[in-house]
């Protein structure tokens, strides 16, 4: 009787693709197979010295980086960052952890890490949005790499205002020491994999590792969702 009612609701009002916003067909969830196949993946899971780890050379020091997509306006992964990060769409961030998990896991580069961590919302914007949008793209990651999440360590001091128009320089500033750690001990000669959502000039990026880095014996790699092109 469920899977009738089940039936009648998704003609009248069927699911959507997240990131084309075409209809869904009964076995896809979320995302349609079309766009599985057509989001622009950058592989770089597979090029130890890629875009991603580029953007941070001479500015910190990463033992490896990846992202899962390219970034670009009016695309479909622009599409997948807003509704994770404006509309609510939680489970986008666990959906994209565990696909760039799964490739992950089949390459060395990342086959040690301990622990993964997050890169920390302010807690006044975690209030108003009501989830990290990073957060389930780390447990998914942490998940698949045999690691610990940990979102509890890392924390940030300072509010600041949304940064997409501002040029490396100004984000830099604007986020100098602006991240702290609850626990150092609990990090010594740890290998960190930082998380985030979308790495531009990685000012970020780069002020967590620099605070995560005080800690004796840690390495840092990163992941984010995309890069932007």
């Known amino acids: 009787m469920i899977n009738i009612l089940n039936n009648i609701l998704s003609v009248f009002f069927p699911e959507v693709c997240l990131a084309c916003k075409h209809a869904l067909i009964s076995n896809e969830k979320h995302i349609c197979t079309t766009c599985r196949h057509e989001l622009p993946q950058t592989e770089y899971h597979a090029i130890k010295n890629n875009s991603t780890a580029k953007v941070l ?121 602006s991240f702290q750690l609850t626990d150092e001990s609990s990090l010594v000669g740890k290998h960190i994999l930082l998380v985030d959502d979308v790495i531009t000039t990685g000012a970020t990026l780069e002020s967590c590792a620099n605070a995560l880095l005080k800690v004796p014996g840690v390495k840092i790699s990163v992941a984010t969702m995309a890069i932007t092109v």
């Open 57 to 177: 050379y001479g500015r910190v020091r990463v033992e490896n980086a990846t992202s899962l997509f390219f970034f670009q306006k009016d695309s479909r992964v622009q599409q997948l960052m807003h509704l994770l990060k404006y509309k609510g769409h939680e489970e986008i961030s666990f959906l994209l952890g565990k696909w760039l998990g799964a490739q992950l896991k089949e390459v060395p580069y990342f086959d040690e890490i301990d622990i993964v961590i997050p890169v920390p919302l302010h807690p006044r914007r975690q209030r108003k949005r009501g989830y990290n949008q990073v957060t389930g793209f780390g447990k998914e990651l942490s998940s698949m790499l045999n690691s610990t999440f940990d979102d509890s360590i890392l924390y940030r001091t300072r509010f600041t205002k949304k940064m997409v128009f501002k040029k490396r320089l100004d984000r830099w500033q604007s986020l100098e020491n």
